[in-house]
Protein backbone atom coordinates (compact mmCIF):
# COMPACT_ATOMS: atom_id res chain seq x y z
CA UNK A 1 0.00 0.00 0.00
CA UNK A 2 0.66 3.56 -0.92
CA UNK A 3 1.92 5.43 2.53
CA UNK A 4 -0.41 8.11 3.07
CA UNK A 5 1.00 12.03 2.05
CA UNK A 6 1.29 14.77 3.75
CA UNK A 7 2.29 17.97 3.44
CA UNK A 8 3.21 21.27 5.94
CA UNK A 9 3.06 25.05 5.07
CA UNK A 10 4.27 28.24 6.85
CA UNK A 11 1.79 31.40 6.71
CA UNK A 12 2.65 34.62 9.11
CA UNK A 13 4.83 32.47 11.31
CA UNK A 14 7.90 32.87 13.60
CA UNK A 15 9.49 29.54 12.04
CA UNK A 16 8.84 28.07 15.65
CA UNK A 17 6.51 25.66 14.39
CA UNK A 18 8.96 24.10 11.64
CA UNK A 19 11.11 24.14 14.59
CA UNK A 20 8.89 22.41 16.71
CA UNK A 21 8.37 19.66 13.76
CA UNK A 22 12.59 19.19 13.41
CA UNK A 23 12.50 19.25 17.73
CA UNK A 24 10.78 15.36 17.07
CA UNK A 25 14.52 14.33 16.53
CA UNK A 26 14.58 10.46 16.17
CA UNK A 27 11.14 10.33 16.52
CA UNK A 28 10.89 12.30 12.83
CA UNK A 29 11.94 8.87 11.79
CA UNK A 30 9.36 7.31 12.66
CA UNK A 31 7.17 9.78 11.47
CA UNK A 32 8.74 9.73 7.72
CA UNK A 33 8.72 5.87 7.32
CA UNK A 34 4.93 6.25 7.76
CA UNK A 35 4.42 8.71 5.33
CA UNK A 36 5.53 10.81 2.21
CA UNK A 37 5.91 13.78 2.53
CA UNK A 38 5.12 15.83 -0.36
CA UNK A 39 5.77 19.47 0.50
CA UNK A 40 7.47 21.26 3.25
CA UNK A 41 8.76 24.85 1.95
CA UNK A 42 11.24 24.62 5.31
CA UNK A 43 13.01 21.54 4.00
CA UNK A 44 12.01 20.45 0.57
CA UNK A 45 12.46 23.00 -2.68
CA UNK A 46 9.05 22.70 -4.16
CA UNK A 47 7.25 25.35 -5.13
CA UNK A 48 3.72 26.74 -5.55
CA UNK A 49 3.32 25.33 -9.33
CA UNK A 50 4.49 21.67 -7.82
CA UNK A 51 1.38 21.63 -5.55
CA UNK A 52 -0.97 23.15 -8.54
CA UNK A 53 -0.10 19.95 -10.38
CA UNK A 54 -0.60 17.64 -7.33
CA UNK A 55 -3.93 15.77 -8.13
CA UNK A 56 -6.76 17.63 -6.11
CA UNK A 57 -7.63 15.53 -2.56
CA UNK A 58 -4.53 13.83 -3.02
CA UNK A 59 -2.64 14.93 -0.10
CA UNK A 60 -4.22 12.86 3.25
CA UNK A 61 -3.17 15.78 5.33
CA UNK A 62 -1.68 19.08 5.37
CA UNK A 63 -0.17 20.92 8.50
CA UNK A 64 -0.56 24.82 8.35
CA UNK A 65 1.27 27.00 10.48
CA UNK A 66 1.15 30.72 10.60
CA UNK A 67 -1.76 33.15 10.51
CA UNK A 68 -3.11 34.46 7.05
CA UNK A 69 -2.24 38.38 6.98
CA UNK A 70 -1.73 38.56 3.09
CA UNK A 71 -3.19 38.30 -0.73
CA UNK A 72 -0.56 35.40 -0.96
CA UNK A 73 -0.99 33.35 1.88
CA UNK A 74 -4.92 33.14 1.36
CA UNK A 75 -4.28 31.86 -1.98
CA UNK A 76 -1.57 29.12 -1.21
CA UNK A 77 -4.18 27.69 1.86
CA UNK A 78 -7.04 27.26 -0.77
CA UNK A 79 -4.98 25.56 -3.09
CA UNK A 80 -3.89 23.65 -0.57
CA UNK A 81 -7.64 22.84 1.10
CA UNK A 82 -8.61 21.58 -2.69
CA UNK A 83 -5.29 19.31 -2.34
CA UNK A 84 -5.94 17.75 0.77
CA UNK A 85 -8.03 15.59 2.29
CA UNK A 86 -7.66 16.65 6.06
CA UNK A 87 -6.50 20.53 7.03
CA UNK A 88 -5.11 20.66 10.51
CA UNK A 89 -4.37 24.10 12.05
CA UNK A 90 -0.55 23.59 13.61
CA UNK A 91 -0.26 26.23 16.18
CA UNK A 92 -1.21 29.56 17.93
CA UNK A 93 -1.24 31.53 15.18
CA UNK A 94 -2.49 28.97 12.88
CA UNK A 95 -5.62 28.12 15.16
CA UNK A 96 -6.09 31.41 17.07
CA UNK A 97 -4.98 33.74 14.67
CA UNK A 98 -1.35 34.14 17.71
CA UNK A 99 1.49 36.94 18.11
CA UNK A 100 0.65 38.22 14.53
CA UNK A 101 -2.89 38.54 15.67
CA UNK A 102 -1.98 41.44 17.79
CA UNK A 103 -1.57 43.77 14.81
CA UNK A 104 -5.42 43.68 14.53
CA UNK A 105 -5.34 46.19 17.72
CA UNK A 106 -3.78 48.57 15.16
CA UNK A 107 -4.27 49.35 11.53
CA UNK A 108 -2.37 48.37 8.59
CA UNK A 109 -1.08 52.08 7.56
CA UNK A 110 0.22 52.44 11.39
CA UNK A 111 2.03 49.33 10.88
CA UNK A 112 3.72 49.95 7.60
CA UNK A 113 4.67 53.51 9.03
CA UNK A 114 6.22 51.95 11.77
CA UNK A 115 8.24 49.66 10.03
CA UNK A 116 9.37 51.56 6.74
CA UNK A 117 9.54 55.32 7.97
CA UNK A 118 9.33 56.16 11.85
CA UNK A 119 11.03 52.88 13.11
CA UNK A 120 14.21 54.17 14.91
CA UNK A 121 16.17 51.47 13.88
CA UNK A 122 15.34 52.08 10.04
CA UNK A 123 17.00 54.28 7.39
CA UNK A 124 15.05 55.07 4.31
CA UNK A 125 15.67 58.38 2.90
CA UNK A 126 14.02 57.62 -0.35
CA UNK A 127 10.30 57.38 2.23
CA UNK A 128 9.62 53.23 -0.20
CA UNK A 129 6.95 51.77 1.32
CA UNK A 130 6.48 48.13 -0.89
CA UNK A 131 3.50 48.22 -3.11
CA UNK A 132 2.00 45.67 -4.45
CA UNK A 133 1.95 46.53 -7.77
CA UNK A 134 5.12 48.81 -8.99
CA UNK A 135 6.20 49.64 -12.62
CA UNK A 136 9.72 48.45 -13.47
CA UNK A 137 11.59 48.77 -16.90
CA UNK A 138 10.78 44.90 -17.51
CA UNK A 139 6.75 45.40 -16.97
CA UNK A 140 4.87 45.41 -14.01
CA UNK A 141 5.75 43.92 -10.55
CA UNK A 142 3.98 41.76 -8.24
CA UNK A 143 4.60 41.60 -4.45
CA UNK A 144 2.18 39.96 -1.35
CA UNK A 145 -0.14 42.86 -0.36
CA UNK A 146 -0.71 43.06 3.51
CA UNK A 147 -4.54 42.31 4.98
CA UNK A 148 -6.08 44.92 6.83
CA UNK A 149 -6.45 42.46 9.51
CA UNK A 150 -4.45 39.07 10.04
CA UNK A 151 -6.68 35.63 10.43
CA UNK A 152 -6.44 32.42 11.84
CA UNK A 153 -6.51 29.57 9.45
CA UNK A 154 -10.58 28.80 9.70
CA UNK A 155 -10.78 32.15 9.34
CA UNK A 156 -10.10 31.93 5.79
CA UNK A 157 -10.25 28.02 4.55
CA UNK A 158 -12.23 24.86 6.42
CA UNK A 159 -10.00 23.29 8.95
CA UNK A 160 -10.29 19.96 10.51
CA UNK A 161 -8.28 19.63 13.20
CA UNK A 162 -6.35 21.97 15.54
CA UNK A 163 -2.97 22.05 17.47
CA UNK A 164 -2.28 24.17 19.72
CA UNK A 165 0.89 25.74 20.79
CA UNK A 166 3.47 28.60 20.74
CA UNK A 167 5.02 26.27 19.66
CA UNK A 168 3.56 22.73 19.55
CA UNK A 169 5.03 20.30 22.15
CA UNK A 170 6.36 17.07 20.66
CA UNK A 171 3.81 14.78 22.20
CA UNK A 172 0.70 16.73 20.58
CA UNK A 173 2.27 16.12 17.70
CA UNK A 174 3.17 12.84 17.98
CA UNK A 175 -0.51 11.75 19.02
CA UNK A 176 -1.83 14.06 16.53
CA UNK A 177 0.06 12.10 14.05
CA UNK A 178 -0.98 8.47 15.53
CA UNK A 179 -4.11 9.27 15.46
CA UNK A 180 -4.45 10.02 12.25
CA UNK A 181 -2.54 7.52 10.61
CA UNK A 182 -4.89 5.11 12.64
CA UNK A 183 -7.92 6.61 11.42
CA UNK A 184 -8.71 7.85 15.99
CA UNK A 185 -9.53 10.68 15.26
CA UNK A 186 -12.42 12.58 17.39
CA UNK A 187 -15.24 14.83 15.59
CA UNK A 188 -14.51 17.28 13.06
CA UNK A 189 -13.40 20.63 14.76
CA UNK A 190 -11.38 19.12 17.64
CA UNK A 191 -8.45 20.78 19.16
CA UNK A 192 -6.35 17.95 19.55
CA UNK A 193 -5.62 18.88 23.50
CA UNK A 194 -7.05 17.81 26.23
CA UNK A 195 -10.32 19.47 27.15
CA UNK A 196 -9.56 20.96 31.25
CA UNK A 197 -7.45 24.33 32.36
CA UNK A 198 -3.61 24.70 32.76
CA UNK A 199 -4.34 25.01 36.27
CA UNK A 200 -6.37 22.03 36.55
CA UNK A 201 -2.64 20.00 35.88
CA UNK A 202 -0.54 22.81 37.43
CA UNK A 203 1.50 21.75 40.75
CA UNK A 204 1.32 25.76 41.99
CA UNK A 205 -2.37 25.24 42.68
CA UNK A 206 -1.87 23.26 45.43
CA UNK A 207 -0.30 26.68 46.99
CA UNK A 208 -2.84 28.52 45.72
CA UNK A 209 -4.73 30.28 49.00
CA UNK A 210 -8.32 29.25 49.64
CA UNK A 211 -9.58 32.51 48.67
CA UNK A 212 -7.44 34.25 46.36
CA UNK A 213 -7.13 37.97 46.82
CA UNK A 214 -5.02 40.58 44.74
CA UNK A 215 -4.29 44.11 45.77
CA UNK A 216 -1.64 45.30 43.07
CA UNK A 217 -0.37 43.81 39.96
CA UNK A 218 3.46 43.03 39.04
CA UNK A 219 4.86 42.62 35.65
CA UNK A 220 7.23 39.17 35.78
CA UNK A 221 10.61 41.60 35.36
CA UNK A 222 9.10 43.99 38.43
CA UNK A 223 9.42 40.83 41.43
CA UNK A 224 11.20 37.94 42.32
CA UNK A 225 9.38 35.24 40.97
CA UNK A 226 8.86 32.84 43.69
CA UNK A 227 9.13 29.31 42.22
CA UNK A 228 6.94 27.25 44.03
CA UNK A 229 3.98 29.88 44.35
CA UNK A 230 0.77 30.29 42.13
CA UNK A 231 1.80 33.28 40.24
CA UNK A 232 -1.58 35.21 41.08
CA UNK A 233 -0.97 34.89 44.42
CA UNK A 234 2.17 36.38 43.89
CA UNK A 235 -0.03 39.11 41.82
CA UNK A 236 1.30 38.39 38.41
CA UNK A 237 -0.77 37.65 35.45
CA UNK A 238 -1.09 33.92 34.70
CA UNK A 239 -3.51 33.12 32.01
CA UNK A 240 -3.77 29.21 33.34
CA UNK A 241 -7.40 29.81 34.77
CA UNK A 242 -8.70 30.16 31.16
CA UNK A 243 -6.20 28.79 29.01
CA UNK A 244 -6.21 24.90 27.76
CA UNK A 245 -4.45 22.62 29.70
CA UNK A 246 -2.22 19.60 27.65
CA UNK A 247 1.43 22.13 27.23
CA UNK A 248 2.79 19.85 29.77
CA UNK A 249 2.93 23.41 31.35
CA UNK A 250 6.36 24.46 29.74
CA UNK A 251 6.21 28.31 31.06
CA UNK A 252 5.39 27.55 34.29
CA UNK A 253 8.04 24.74 35.30
CA UNK A 254 10.58 27.56 33.76
CA UNK A 255 8.96 29.94 36.32
CA UNK A 256 7.06 32.34 33.70
CA UNK A 257 3.45 32.52 34.12
CA UNK A 258 1.32 31.57 31.22
CA UNK A 259 0.41 33.69 28.17
CA UNK A 260 -2.56 31.56 27.33
CA UNK A 261 -1.06 30.36 23.91
CA UNK A 262 -2.89 27.06 23.90
CA UNK A 263 -6.25 29.37 23.84
CA UNK A 264 -9.39 28.72 25.49
CA UNK A 265 -11.07 25.22 26.54
CA UNK A 266 -14.03 24.65 24.68
CA UNK A 267 -17.03 26.37 25.38
CA UNK A 268 -15.41 29.45 25.69
CA UNK A 269 -15.54 31.86 22.84
CA UNK A 270 -13.64 34.50 23.81
CA UNK A 271 -10.56 33.67 26.01
CA UNK A 272 -9.36 37.87 26.85
CA UNK A 273 -13.68 38.79 28.24
CA UNK A 274 -13.53 35.19 30.24
CA UNK A 275 -9.72 35.88 31.55
CA UNK A 276 -11.53 39.74 32.91
CA UNK A 277 -14.09 37.94 33.87
CA UNK A 278 -12.15 35.66 36.67
CA UNK A 279 -9.34 38.20 37.20
CA UNK A 280 -11.49 41.02 38.17
CA UNK A 281 -12.95 38.84 40.23
CA UNK A 282 -10.01 38.53 42.53
CA UNK A 283 -9.64 41.98 43.17
CA UNK A 284 -9.14 43.06 46.78
CA UNK A 285 -11.24 46.22 46.27
CA UNK A 286 -14.86 47.56 47.13
CA UNK A 287 -14.74 50.54 46.09
CA UNK A 288 -14.57 52.86 42.75
CA UNK A 289 -11.32 54.40 43.90
CA UNK A 290 -10.23 50.72 45.10
CA UNK A 291 -11.09 49.03 41.65
CA UNK A 292 -9.39 51.77 39.68
CA UNK A 293 -5.82 52.08 41.47
CA UNK A 294 -5.84 48.12 41.03
CA UNK A 295 -6.79 48.71 37.39
CA UNK A 296 -4.11 51.47 36.52
CA UNK A 297 -1.25 48.67 37.74
CA UNK A 298 -2.59 46.05 34.72
CA UNK A 299 -0.76 47.55 31.38
CA UNK A 300 -2.31 46.55 28.18
CA UNK A 301 -5.35 44.51 28.91
CA UNK A 302 -6.00 43.50 25.72
CA UNK A 303 -2.42 42.39 24.54
CA UNK A 304 -2.28 40.54 27.61
CA UNK A 305 -5.17 38.88 27.68
CA UNK A 306 -5.61 37.92 24.02
CA UNK A 307 -1.63 37.58 23.51
CA UNK A 308 -2.69 34.84 20.82
CA UNK A 309 -6.38 35.58 20.36
CA UNK A 310 -7.23 38.61 18.86
CA UNK A 311 -8.33 37.39 15.78
CA UNK A 312 -10.55 34.77 17.56
CA UNK A 313 -12.05 37.22 19.82
CA UNK A 314 -15.44 38.39 19.16
CA UNK A 315 -14.51 41.35 17.93
CA UNK A 316 -11.68 40.73 15.46
CA UNK A 317 -9.56 43.37 15.21
CA UNK A 318 -9.77 47.25 16.61
CA UNK A 319 -12.89 48.85 15.35
CA UNK A 320 -12.79 52.41 13.23
CA UNK A 321 -15.53 54.82 12.51
CA UNK A 322 -14.13 54.89 8.71
CA UNK B 1 -39.56 55.03 17.89
CA UNK B 2 -38.83 57.70 15.11
CA UNK B 3 -40.26 56.14 11.88
CA UNK B 4 -37.74 58.90 10.24
CA UNK B 5 -34.90 56.67 9.42
CA UNK B 6 -32.03 59.45 9.12
CA UNK B 7 -32.52 59.87 13.26
CA UNK B 8 -30.37 57.50 14.89
CA UNK B 9 -31.95 54.97 17.00
CA UNK B 10 -29.22 53.45 19.29
CA UNK B 11 -29.48 50.19 20.57
CA UNK B 12 -28.58 49.95 24.57
CA UNK B 13 -28.71 46.26 26.05
CA UNK B 14 -28.71 46.23 29.35
CA UNK B 15 -28.32 43.37 32.15
CA UNK B 16 -30.42 43.74 35.19
CA UNK B 17 -29.88 41.56 37.73
CA UNK B 18 -33.49 40.30 39.36
CA UNK B 19 -33.09 41.21 42.86
CA UNK B 20 -33.14 44.55 42.58
CA UNK B 21 -32.41 46.55 38.99
CA UNK B 22 -34.90 43.89 37.06
CA UNK B 23 -37.28 44.57 39.58
CA UNK B 24 -36.75 48.86 39.74
CA UNK B 25 -37.57 48.40 36.05
CA UNK B 26 -40.62 46.23 36.37
CA UNK B 27 -41.78 48.82 38.62
CA UNK B 28 -41.24 51.88 36.23
CA UNK B 29 -43.10 49.48 34.06
CA UNK B 30 -46.30 48.78 36.50
CA UNK B 31 -46.07 52.73 37.35
CA UNK B 32 -46.67 53.71 34.07
CA UNK B 33 -42.96 55.87 33.65
CA UNK B 34 -42.22 56.04 30.34
CA UNK B 35 -38.47 55.65 29.39
CA UNK B 36 -37.15 55.55 26.01
CA UNK B 37 -37.59 52.17 24.31
CA UNK B 38 -33.72 51.87 22.63
CA UNK B 39 -33.25 50.33 25.86
CA UNK B 40 -33.23 46.08 25.25
CA UNK B 41 -33.33 44.08 28.83
CA UNK B 42 -31.63 41.33 29.94
CA UNK B 43 -32.44 39.36 33.44
CA UNK B 44 -29.44 37.70 34.80
CA UNK B 45 -30.19 36.87 38.35
CA UNK B 46 -27.11 39.14 39.62
CA UNK B 47 -24.92 41.45 37.84
CA UNK B 48 -22.08 39.29 38.80
CA UNK B 49 -23.20 37.00 36.46
CA UNK B 50 -22.55 39.00 33.68
CA UNK B 51 -19.26 37.87 31.83
CA UNK B 52 -17.16 40.48 30.16
CA UNK B 53 -18.14 37.75 27.19
CA UNK B 54 -21.55 38.96 27.13
CA UNK B 55 -20.58 42.83 27.30
CA UNK B 56 -18.01 41.80 24.06
CA UNK B 57 -20.82 39.94 22.45
CA UNK B 58 -23.27 42.91 22.90
CA UNK B 59 -20.53 44.93 21.26
CA UNK B 60 -19.14 42.40 18.35
CA UNK B 61 -22.97 41.80 17.67
CA UNK B 62 -23.36 45.83 17.33
CA UNK B 63 -25.08 47.07 20.88
CA UNK B 64 -24.44 50.65 20.51
CA UNK B 65 -24.35 50.79 24.20
CA UNK B 66 -24.39 47.83 27.29
CA UNK B 67 -25.71 48.98 30.80
CA UNK B 68 -25.17 46.86 33.82
CA UNK B 69 -27.62 47.17 36.35
CA UNK B 70 -27.34 45.86 40.12
CA UNK B 71 -27.80 46.36 43.65
CA UNK B 72 -26.59 48.76 45.35
CA UNK B 73 -22.99 48.52 46.93
CA UNK B 74 -21.86 47.54 49.79
CA UNK B 75 -24.46 45.64 51.33
CA UNK B 76 -27.69 45.11 48.58
CA UNK B 77 -26.53 42.42 46.46
CA UNK B 78 -28.90 39.08 47.12
CA UNK B 79 -25.25 36.96 46.84
CA UNK B 80 -23.75 39.44 49.22
CA UNK B 81 -20.60 40.36 46.66
CA UNK B 82 -22.21 39.74 43.77
CA UNK B 83 -21.53 43.69 42.79
CA UNK B 84 -18.43 44.09 43.35
CA UNK B 85 -17.41 41.99 40.78
CA UNK B 86 -19.46 43.46 38.33
CA UNK B 87 -18.07 46.93 39.47
CA UNK B 88 -14.36 45.23 39.27
CA UNK B 89 -14.93 44.15 35.60
CA UNK B 90 -16.50 46.87 34.48
CA UNK B 91 -13.36 49.22 35.20
CA UNK B 92 -11.43 46.71 33.55
CA UNK B 93 -13.60 46.81 30.81
CA UNK B 94 -13.51 50.21 30.80
CA UNK B 95 -9.34 50.22 30.15
CA UNK B 96 -9.77 47.60 27.37
CA UNK B 97 -12.84 48.83 25.27
CA UNK B 98 -10.82 51.89 24.05
CA UNK B 99 -7.59 49.47 22.26
CA UNK B 100 -10.30 47.43 20.63
CA UNK B 101 -11.51 51.04 18.96
CA UNK B 102 -15.20 51.24 20.89
CA UNK B 103 -15.31 54.32 23.31
CA UNK B 104 -15.65 53.39 27.47
CA UNK B 105 -18.65 55.72 27.69
CA UNK B 106 -20.81 52.98 25.39
CA UNK B 107 -20.04 50.88 28.71
CA UNK B 108 -22.29 52.34 32.08
CA UNK B 109 -22.80 50.80 35.19
CA UNK B 110 -25.03 51.55 37.74
CA UNK B 111 -27.20 50.66 41.15
CA UNK B 112 -30.93 50.75 41.08
CA UNK B 113 -32.78 48.89 44.10
CA UNK B 114 -36.29 47.28 43.57
CA UNK B 115 -37.49 50.91 44.80
CA UNK B 116 -36.15 53.24 42.25
CA UNK B 117 -38.34 52.80 39.31
CA UNK B 118 -37.83 56.52 39.02
CA UNK B 119 -34.09 56.00 38.98
CA UNK B 120 -34.50 53.29 36.27
CA UNK B 121 -36.48 56.02 34.08
CA UNK B 122 -33.93 58.75 34.54
CA UNK B 123 -30.57 56.47 33.48
CA UNK B 124 -32.64 54.87 30.53
CA UNK B 125 -33.75 58.68 29.25
CA UNK B 126 -30.19 59.94 30.75
CA UNK B 127 -27.93 57.45 28.93
CA UNK B 128 -30.49 57.10 25.57
CA UNK B 129 -29.49 61.11 25.28
CA UNK B 130 -26.20 60.65 25.63
CA UNK B 131 -25.46 58.25 23.17
CA UNK B 132 -27.54 59.51 20.48
CA UNK B 133 -25.02 62.28 20.87
CA UNK B 134 -22.15 60.05 20.43
CA UNK B 135 -23.35 58.48 17.53
CA UNK B 136 -23.82 54.60 15.95
CA UNK B 137 -20.75 52.29 17.30
CA UNK B 138 -18.21 51.82 15.23
CA UNK B 139 -18.58 48.44 14.97
CA UNK B 140 -20.52 47.12 11.50
CA UNK B 141 -22.24 44.96 12.25
CA UNK B 142 -22.04 41.38 10.93
CA UNK B 143 -18.32 42.57 9.24
CA UNK B 144 -16.41 40.44 11.26
CA UNK B 145 -12.67 40.29 9.66
CA UNK B 146 -11.58 41.25 6.49
Request: aromatic share 8%; hydrophobic share 35%; proline share 6%.
Amino acid sequence: MAKPKIAFYWCASCGGCEEAVVDLAEDILKVVEAVDIVFWPCALDLKRTDVEAMEDGSIAVTFINGAINSDELEEMVHILRKKSQLIVAFGSCSHLGGIPGLANLTDKASILKSVYLTGPTNVNQSKTIPLAKSPSPDGELHLPELKENALALDQVIDVDYYIPGCSVPKKLILDAVTAILTGNLPPKGSVLAPTRTNCDTCERNKTKPEKLTITKFYRPYEIELDEEKCFLAQGVICMGPVTRGGCDERCIKGNMPCRGCFGPVDNVYDQGAKFISALASLFDAKTDEEVQAIVDTIQDPAGTFYRFSVAKSMLGHKVSKE
Amino acid sequence: MSSDKSVFEPRIVAFLCNWCSYTGADLAGTARMKYPANVRTIRVMCSGRVDAQFVMKAFAEGADAVLISGCHTPSDCHYQEGNFKALRRYYLLKKMLPQFGIEPERLRLEWISAAEGDKFQEVCTEYTEQIKKLGPSPVKKGVKNG
